[in-house]
């Protein structure tokens, strides 16, 4: 086994009795209700005791005993965890060891380091990741029993979390806690490589043209997109397609658009993934795969430049002629079928002016800026710069680009399978 700095533990019988005892409920949900129904007797109007004989004061009471019960009546069996993470359970110990001799909570270092940068301290994890911490007691069962009840909050956090048929790893550590006693971490992880140090993967987080940005009505963490080395990555995550042939994937300036469509209650409906990538790029660079139900994407990073966060990029710069009784630079903005046509007249002084876009903004810089915004993430390939003598006319296309679902390819492994 392992200790890690004297007083919290990972790898050792009692961690794997935790993974076990989570092993259990997800795998016999309804078997775990049944013995639920025993807590009942340890509620006191609002205070639960333990059968230790700790008690600690609650939110709801019985009620969010009886939510969990009647949830794991309701839930289908899902995969038991598969393995439980050295990697992952050293940076849980290193958090437990932290917090814990310090009295802090939550599952950031007290120097800083947030949860992504001490997941990736002894490994690489892909797709979807979370977090489960407890304190007080150190009972496993009755520590996954609480997490089932996650009391207090609505939309039982701790519970999915440990439910999520995503998750196929874990890491375990526990320790004591300077002022509650225990403190308990689980860290759960669709895909993880023990090793270390890895790079924290970006997700839909920021419009900073650092993170990819998914559509709003979607989890950030069910999909990444990393960048190492030339090419830049997207796996998805909970995407369970069934058929190649349902999926479209589609650009728009600088979105790719992953469609679905699928039956439900004989009715055609579709699910996208959308991710807003941080730079422009040409649809036939993108590489994708579909393998066991998902997609992975990848396509070549661009120029440096243009990735920096806020890139101001220049289009072109030119020279209009003096247009007499004109006092300044004017614009004129038309919308015509999939474009959109920016014309910009001199004044009566030669200008010479800078074309560039940053965002959604696009710019026409001389004596005076003229910015527009637009509806919609500008990259070079969408526009035209038709320089005359006394006016620039730049054209933006709006039309879509589709790549086609021949470009989503099957893995070798699974043509053979097919065969």
């Known amino acids: 086994f392992f200790v890690c700095l004297v007083m919290a533990t990972y790898n050792t019988q009692w961690e794997h009795t935790l993974m076990a005892e989570m092993n259990r409920v997800r795998t016999q949900p309804k078997a775990v209700a049944i013995e639920m129904e025993s807590l009942r007797g340890n509620y006191d109007g609002v205070l639960f005791k333990f059968p230790s004989g700790k008690s600690t004061k609650t939110v709801e009471g019985v009620a969010a005993l009886n939510n969990a019960i009647a949830y794991l009546n309701q839930a289908a069996p899902v995969a038991a965890f598969s393995s439980l993470s050295e990697g992952l359970s050293h940076a849980a110990c290193d958090l437990v060891q932290d917090n814990g001799s310090k009295g802090l909570v939550g599952n950031v270092m007290s120097n800083g380091t947030p949860s992504a940068q001490r997941w990736v301290s002894y490994g690489q994890w892909k797709g979807k990741i979370g977090e489960n911490i407890f304190f007080s007691i150190d009972d496993p069962r009755q520590i996954v029993y609480q997490w089932l009840i996650d009391d207090g909050s609505s939309n039982r956090p701790n519970r999915t979390t440990m439910m999520q048929d995503a998750f196929t790893t874990v890491g375990i550590a526990h320790g004591p806690h300077s002022k509650y ?121 661009p120029n440096p430049n243009e990735m920096a966060s806020n890139a101001n990029i220049v289009v072109g710069e030119y020279r209009l002629e003096p247009i007499p009784g004109s006092e300044k630079l004017a614009i004129d903005v038309k919308k015509a079928g999939t474009k959109i046509i920016l014309t910009v007249t001199g004044s009566s002084n030669v200008e010479n002016v800078t074309v560039s876009f940053q965002a959604d903004v696009f710019n026409f810089i001389g004596a005076t800026k003229l910015p527009v915004r637009l509806p919609f993430i500008l990259s070079r390939e969408l526009i035209e710069v038709a320089p005359e003598s006394h006016k620039l006319v730049s054209v933006l296309f709006l039309c879509i680009t589709n790549i086609s679902a021949g470009l989503l390819s099957r893995s070798p492994s699974q043509d053979r399978q097919s065969r």
């Open 181 to 301: 006693n225990f403190m308990t971490v689980v860290t759960f992880a669709k895909s993880f490589v023990d090793g270390g140090p890895g790079y924290v993967p970006s997700v839909g987080q920021n419009r900073d043209g650092k993170h990819t940005v998914q559509s709003a009505d979607r989890k950030t963490e069910e999909a990444t997109l990393s960048a190492k080395g030339e090419v830049f990555e997207i796996s998805t995550d909970d995407l369970q397609a069934d058929n190649i042939d349902n999926l479209t994937l589609s650009a728009k300036g600088k979105i790719l658009t992953l469609s679905k469509t699928f039956k439900s209650g004989g009715k055609t409906k579709r699910k996208n993934m959308q991710w807003q990538l941080p730079f422009s790029f040409s649809p036939s660079d993108v590489v994708a795969v579909f393998s066991n139900g998902e997609v992975n994407i990848t396509l070549p990073k």
